[in-house]
């Protein structure tokens, strides 16, 4: 290849390769009204894990992991699910990311995908957020699936039963049961919290043909 080609060939490369490179969603949102969730899409990788870090080694606060199994309404692992996740830093702030659209810069630069392997299992390593400043919302993390051919939707926030934040109040306005529950109580072994989110794909999700387990 001589020295034209190769500045063709480059030219013709797109900078965002191995990443889609806007929020077109594939898959129709279900669950409506649904905030955001356009950008689950953005940025994500073509080819997923089925182990990804939310925040990179370096990240201030304490080191997080979350695991989970995503099973169907009959509770049958279901592998190939993608589960997208993102959360505030430790201060309760969503920092900074190079999202491509505005709704994604919205969920910040601590977001990942992983696709859920054989027996139906997710992991995500991270640490714990911080709840948002001057505000009684307790600590939590936003969770979406991606069904792929199928759906996407916002599951119930994963939120920590040893946050003082976390009343009896919030629980009855804000635990639907979407996807199961998000309520989750961490373990904190050898200075890293161990939390685990099970999740029932439709589960009381509007529109989708799995809502209701009657």
């Known amino acids: 290849m001589d020295r034209r080609q190769l500045l063709l060939a480059l030219l013709s490369t797109p900078l965002t390769a191995g990443l889609r490179a806007r929020a077109e969603p594939v898959e129709p949102i279900v669950g409506l009204p649904c905030e955001g969730c356009e950008a689950a899409f953005d940025g994500r990788p073509y080819t997923l894990p089925t182990h990804a870090r939310i925040a990179l080694p370096g990240e201030a606060g304490d080191p997080l992991h979350l695991e989970g ?15 997208y996740a993102y959360h505030t830093d430790r201060k309760g702030i969503y920092p900074p990311g190079d999202a491509l659209t505005r709704e994604a810069r919205r969920h910040g630069r601590l977001r990942a995908w992983v696709r859920t392997d054989a027996e139906g299992m997710y992991r ?19 969770m979406h699936v991606i069904e792929p051919g199928r759906f996407t939707y916002y599951i119930d926030d994963l939120v920590f039963t040893d946050d003082p934040k976390l009343t009896t109040a919030y629980i009855r306005d804000h635990d639907a049961g979407r996807g199961g529950s998000g309520i989750a109580s ?14 029932t794909l439709g589960l009381r999700i509007p529109g989708h043909p799995d809502s209701s387990l009657g």
């Open 186 to 199: 961490p373990q904190r072994r050898d200075g890293v919290w161990q939390v685990r989110r099970d999740i």
């Open 69 to 83: 199994r995503v099973a169907d309404r009959y509770g049958h692992a279901r592998s190939g699910v993608i589960v």
């Open 124 to 142: 995500f390593q991270s640490i714990r957020p911080g709840s948002y400043p001057g505000r009684d919302v307790p600590e939590h993390i936003h």
